[in-house]
Structures are given as C-alpha cells and as structure tokens.
C-alpha cells in the first residue's frame, strides 16, 4: 500500500483486472452456499468462526456478470458453542440494560444525563443479582433451611453444617454469591482476542466498570451480612465495616454518576486507577466482615427470614424503579424539546429495552428465590419485596398484551389504507386472474407497515414503568399485595395470590422457552433464523454501560471486513460491498474503517437494510442521517440501497421514490441511493409457469434481476473509474 492507502501493486503480480462481488449476509446465519448460491463453496481466508468464502471448483469463482464472487459468513460469532449460546440466556437483562445506554438521544443536555441514569440502572441489575443469590445461600440454606430445620432436603445435603454456628454458616455460604460474581465474569469474557484493533476503544472502558461492579457486588453482600449481624445489636466492629462498606458504595455510584468520569479521555485513567483500589478495598472488607460474622459470639435474634435482608431488597428495587422513571423522563423531555411534531421518535428506545432489562431481572430474580424455596422443601415465605417484583411483572405482559392487541387494531385501518394506496399506483389496472392474489399482497404491505408504529408502542410500554414503581412504594410499607387489592380494590381472598402463582410460572415458562430457544438456535438453521436475531444483534454493541453483558463481535467483524477489503482492492480493479439485512451495517462500519486510497475502490450495495427505518431511530448517537452520508461520501457516493415496501425490517435510507412522489434533488447525491423495487414484479405467472412470482419481503434476492443490475452497474463505475 502507497502512504495513502491505494494500491501499489495495479498491474503488476498477482493483479486481476475484475470486479469482487463481496457479500455480507444478515442476521439469519445463512451458510455461504447460501449466500453465494451456490452448492460447491471453499474457504479462502479466515476460520471456522468466521471466513471469506468462494464458489468452487472454479479456480476463480467468476459469474455471468464478471464479477468475483465472495462471501463473509460471520454467523458464528455471536453463538459459537453450545454453552455461549446457553449463556446468553442468563446474560439477557445485562445484555439489555447495556443496549439502552448504546439508543441513548443525541441531545447534549439529556445524553450524559441517559448515559449516567443507563450506568447506574446497569449497576442496579448487579445488585440485584447478587441479592437474589445472597436470598438464596444466606436466607434459604443458612437461615432458614439450617436454623429452623424446615428442609430435609438442604439439611441433608448440608449435614456437616449442623454444628456450626450461625455465623459460621453464614460466613461460609456467602462464598455462593462470590462465585455467583465469579460466574458472571466468566460468562462475559471474550473467547478469543480479536483481530486487529477494536471497533470502538471499549476495553479500557470495560475494566473500569468491571472493577466498579465487583466492588459493589461485594459492597452489597458485606451489608446484607452486617445488617443481620447488627439486628442483635452493633458493635465497633460492625459500626466501623458498615460505615467503611457505605462509603464503598458511595464510590462506586460516584464513579458511574460524574458524566464522562469513566470514558472522558482527561480523567479515564485516574477513574480507573480509583476503581481498581475500590475494588481492592471491597476484597479487603469482605475478607473483614466473613471474619467478623463468623467470630463474633453473641447470639442472634429470632426471625422467619434473615434479619436486614428485606429491607435492603426493597430499597435496590426502589432506586432501580425510581432510576427507570428517571430515564424515561429524559428521553421524553429530549425528543419533545428537539424533535419537530410528527417527526421520527429517535432516541425512545433507551427507556424502553431498560425496562424490559429491569423487569426481565427482576422477575428472574424473584423467581429463582421462590422455585428454590420450593425445591428445598419448607422454606415457606420470601422477602415480601419478590412478591411484589412479581406482581409486577403479570401487570406487565397483562398490560403489554392489551397494549399490542390494541395498536395493532388501532392502527390496522391506516395500514390498510396506506397498503391498498400503494398496490394502487404499482398495479393501476390488476388483471382479473389476480383477483385473489391482490390483497395478499395489500395484507403483507399493511404487515410491514406495522413498523413505523412501534415508535408509539415503546412510549405506551415506557409509561408501564409507572407500575414497577408503584409496586416497589408499596412494598417500602411492608403491605402486604393480597391484603391491600382486599381492602382497597374489594378483591375476593386469594385473588392477588393466584396472580402471583400464575406470575411465578410465567416467569419459570419464559427461563424454560429462552433455554429451549438457545437450544434450538444452536442446532437447528430454521430456528436461529428467528431466535438468533436477539442474540445478533444484543452482541454486536460494545459493552458501554454493563461489563457482564456478552463481549461484542462487531470488534473482531468489521476490522477483519476492512482489512479483506483492502486486500481484495490492491488485487483486483474494485469490490462491490453487498449487505443484506444487519450485514449493511456491519458493511457501513467497514467503509468508515478503510483507507482513503481503498475507499475509491470500492462501492456498497444494500438491500434489505434497517440503516435507517431501524438503527438510526433506536441508536440516533451512532448511525444518525449525519453518519450515514459519511458513508456515502466516503464511497463517492457509489451506493445504491434496494428496499420493498413488503419488508417489515428494511426500508430506504434517504428517499422513498415511491410513484408519485417528488422527484429526487439533482444537487444531492444521497437522493440518488435509494431504488424501490416493487414486490411482487407481477401478479400473474409468466408463460410456462403456474404461480405468480412470491412475495419477497425480507428475503436477500442476490440472484434476482434488479440485484444483478445494480451490481453491473456499481461494477462498471469502478471499471470507469479506474480507467481515468
């Protein structure tokens, strides 16, 4: 390579004065037969994770069109094994909670206020975590299981603990919440080093939340075994470990708190070295308090469950709640004070996949106390707090499912009528024989159009927050939920009850499905076309906010796609970027990566592509219309995206060109990128065939006709250019 990226060696060795025909697929996994259309395929580059594939036996994988044909199948790296992909499973709500820092708004006063509020909700989830763990190990077994000799089962299992004191037992198991941090740091730790450097400069980043959540994890388990040990009266001992244990976890919120503490380039390396010593005085504090537990000879008082621990639980779940309205609030003050009535809502999904993190926690986390006590045989009763946790979470699928059910009717009328326009002007004079196939296709245009509603959806589901913050007040009183919907909402006895049953179940049923579902994704194609779609894309962001969240594959993905591009262009004439679906945007990523010498190489494709319908409303800071012309201007403008108005997923990136609408501005080339493709071509079958083309929708097309032209055409500008 020359010293400004171009290629040193055109004409020379090894030089082939074709066209590479590059493709990326999307989220559906597709193998490279696939992808390539083609049944014979050989691996030229990369590994069994992910590699550079070309049709075979041909020696040069040439097609009609001239072009070489090549394909990156990166499916692989977001699952891998068997156990990876189970283990997203348990990673789902930090997995979410990090996202919604990642969608936060683009405005200067809300989004250090979203990033802090995201950060400290992320940290939240850690808490509870450990909480729900310290519930189990602490409270079941060592409290109740072990004190009041109520689970034959546990005690069976612990015999060897019946001499010990209380202390003792409890100094010992909470070694399970400490392996259960010790889990989650395994489960989130990248599998191999990346190639090349990382997307974005995140793992810095990632050490310093790390070490912050592993202080307060610690922190929040010294103080639920300090609490206990001081309901019989404190000490200097535990006085001094509760004031030193308060002031670790002041720091840690402090460290996440301080906008641009963590990330600032001008204080990043102090706030990691002070977050490595807090970490460092958590250990010595638990060291500390296990010892001070275990030694310490006074008795302790008589309680059902452990004393402390109820309390605490409900003032995490409190804050969590109380942050989660926080944050709806600023995503809602940013979009009304930015964004003009009727334009696109950018920035709501930060609120939204929070309280999904929160709530899918929460009800984990209840859940796996009450399946326990319940597997252990007699330990009746839970913190009253889980109770609630529950409630709340059978409020919201109830209400989640009104909330579908009614704007799908709501908005149905106006689909349909947008759809029956749009068939309309494609088809002004449907010939008889398509009298039943016509409205199939209105009915999936209506379909697809349900899209652009999902932005009122997440404002109505953000709103639901309102209940878990209800229901956390409400058990800050120690009210019990039977009793008060009793009293006040002349409920029949045991109604309330059933709900928590029917909600304790719900949340067994959807561990059940998520566990079968990563099963399936991992060994059946078909499956993970649908399932693996949340694992692709909740692993594709770094880790911004939670450093247990899966490690991103997008850092080893788009540098190892930038350096075969710059390959390819010293060797051959161009390459035409082909991405489908999320493969865009793994591709728009690429192009920002290359060099200003490849970049004249080198033109995009896209079809299928959520750039904008998607990515640049729910992540506006990162693939905002400003980073997308970036793209465009760094291609020269050699772009062209292929969108249907069937497909519920990808859409144009800059104009519609529907018929009828204004023509494109000649002065802006991003006016020129986007070409509808109707869908489908025609509603008769054509001579010597007996059905009518499909209906395409999401699907790739590759080998369609109007794919194949775009590619003549990207291919002969790069010819043309590069023949001036």
């Not at 729900?132 to 079941?140: I, R, Y």
Request: aromatic share 8%; with cysteine; hydrophobic share 50%.
């Amino acid at each position: 390579m020359g010293s400004d990226g171009s290629p040193r060696y055109r004409d020379g060795p090894g030089w082939h004065d074709d066209v590479v025909e590059l493709r990326v697929h999307g989220v559906s996994g597709a193998g490279p037969e696939r992808v390539l259309d083609r049944a014979d395929v050989r691996q030229v580059a990369g590994d069994r994770s992910g590699g550079f594939h070309r049709p075979s036996p041909q020696p040069d994988g040439t097609d009609p069109d001239g072009v070489t044909l090549e394909a990156y199948r990166w499916g692989d790296l977001p699952s891998g094994t068997m156990a990876r992909t189970l283990s997203l499973v348990f990673l789902l709500p930090f997995m979410l909670s990090n996202l919604a820092v990642l969608m936060r708004p683009t405005g200067r006063r809300s989004g250090p206020g979203v990033t802090v509020v995201c950060r400290l909700i992320a940290l939240d989830l850690t808490l509870l975590y450990v909480l729900s763990t310290a519930g189990v190990a602490l409270d079941l077994l060592a409290w109740r299981c072990l004190g009041a000799a109520r689970c034959p089962a546990a005690r069976d299992a612990l015999a060897g603990l019946d001499g010990w004191s209380t202390g003792q037992r409890l100094a010992l198991l909470a070694l399970l919440p400490v392996a259960a941090v010790g889990f989650l740091r395994l489960l989130g730790a990248r599998r191999r080093r990346p190639v090349g450097n990382p997307l974005w400069a995140v793992d810095p980043l990632v050490a310093r939340l790390r070490a912050t959540h592993v202080a307060a994890a610690l922190a929040v388990l010294d103080l639920v075994l300090l609490a206990a040990r001081s309901s019989g009266g404190r000490t200097t001992a535990t006085t001094l470990l509760l004031v030193l244990t308060g002031a670790v976890l002041l720091a840690c919120v402090a460290l996440l708190g301080v906008p641009g503490l963590l990330d600032g380039a001008a204080t990043a390396r102090a706030a990691g070295r002070t977050a490595a010593a807090v970490r460092v005085v958590a250990y010595g504090l638990s060291v500390a308090t296990f010892a001070t537990v275990a030694l310490d000879p006074r008795g302790w008082p008589s309680s059902i469950g452990l004393p402390g621990l109820e309390r605490i639980l409900g003032s995490v779940s409190l804050v969590q709640m109380s942050l989660l309205v926080a944050l709806g609030g600023l995503v809602v003050w940013d979009h009304g004070r930015r964004v003009p009535r009727g334009a696109p809502r950018h920035g709501l999904g930060a609120a939204v996949i929070a309280a999904i993190a929160v709530g899918l926690a929460g009800a984990f986390s209840a859940a796996l106390v009450y399946w326990a006590g319940k597997l252990l045989g007699g330990a009746a009763g839970q913190p009253l707090a889980y109770n609630w946790t529950i409630l709340a979470f059978f409020l919201h699928v109830v209400a989640a499912v009104v909330l579908c059910g009614a704007m799908t009717l709501l908005s149905r009328g106006r689909r349909w009528r947008a759809a029956a326009a749009i068939t309309a002007r494609d088809f002004p004079t449907a010939p008889p024989g398509a009298a039943e196939y016509l409205p199939r296709v209105t009915r999936m245009i209506a379909r697809a159009r349900f899209t652009e509603w999902l932005g009122r959806l997440a404002v109505a589901y953000a709103a639901l927050a309102v209940i878990g913050l209800t229901t956390s007040v409400l058990g800050q009183f120690r009210l019990q939920p039977d009793r008060l919907g009793r009293q006040l909402l002349g409920l029949p006895p045991g109604f309330v009850g059933a709900g928590l049953a029917v909600g304790s179940f719900l949340v067994a049923a959807l561990l059940l499905a998520l566990l079968l579902g990563g099963l399936f994704a991992y060994r059946t194609s078909w499956f993970r076309r649908y399932v693996g779609v949340l694992w692709d894309l909740g692993t594709f962001w770094p880790r911004a906010a939670h450093p247990f969240a899966p490690a991103s594959y997008a850092d080893r993905a788009v540098p190892e796609l930038a350096d075969r591009i710059t390959q390819l262009a010293q060797r051959h004439a161009g390459v035409v970027l082909c991405g489908h679906s999320h493969g865009s945007a793994l591709l728009a990523l690429a192009v920002l990566r290359l060099p200003p010498g490849v970049r004249q190489r080198v033109a995009l494709l896209t079809y299928g592509s959520p750039l904008d319908r998607l990515y640049a409303r729910l992540f506006p800071a990162y693939l905002s219309e400003e980073v997308l012309r970036q793209v465009g201007e760094r291609v020269g403008w050699r772009w062209l995206n292929l969108w249907r108005d069937t497909d519920p997923v990808g859409g144009w990136i800059f104009a519609a060109h529907r018929p009828g609408d204004p023509p494109p501005d000649t002065a802006d080339p991003a006016g020129r990128v986007d070409r509808r493709l109707r869908d489908p071509r025609n509603l008769l079958a054509r001579p010597g065939e007996h059905q009518p083309p499909p209906l395409r929708g999401h699907q790739p097309g590759e080998s369609d006709p109007e794919f194949r032209a775009a590619v003549r055409e990207l291919a002969g500008r790069l010819r043309d250019q590069g023949r001036t």
